[in-house]
């Protein structure tokens, strides 16, 4: 089981900018997905962002569309969400998740995912 730490949440001002980091250990491979989610209190957890390791798929859901960035570092690796023009309904606890199993496209769901992390709070005041 791939083991994931998050980073990088706290208190921003609306239209602010936050960058999360998730470490994986052990490495991960090629054909692992990596995905950002986040759950609001009393929603349902919801996907935000997913990368492969080998950088071939991307997926953004339309809420962060031109707001959002995911990324990964190899070397590192480390994924990342970068976030910028934060919206007070961006408030949530981010997780880090790992799908290692085979699936299909897109890996949107949560029941895809195999490994998680503890969660980073993202609080955004207006």
């Known amino acids: 089981q791939v083991q994931l730490v998050e980073s990088g949440g706290g208190l921003v001002q609306a239209g602010g900018s936050l960058r999360l980091s998730c470490a994986a250990s052990p490495r991960t491979f090629a054909s692992d997905v990596m995905g950002w989610f986040r759950q609001a209190p009393g929603k349902e957890r919801e996907i935000v962002a997913a990368?492969?390791?080998?950088?071939?798929?991307?997926f953004h859901a339309d809420s962060v569309k031109d707001r959002f960035t995911i990324s990964r570092d190899n070397a590192k690796n480390t994924v990342y969400l970068q976030m910028s023009s934060l919206k007070s309904e961006d408030t949530a606890v981010y997780y880090c998740?790992?799908?290692?199993?085979?699936?299909?496209?897109?890996?949107?769901?949560?029941?895809?995912?195999?490994?998680w992390g503890q969660g980073t709070q993202v609080t955004v005041s207006s």
């Open positions: 998740a790992c799908a290692t199993r085979p699936g299909y496209y897109p890996r949107t769901s949560p029941s895809e995912y195999d490994s």
């Open positions: 990368i492969s390791w080998n950088g071939a798929y991307v």
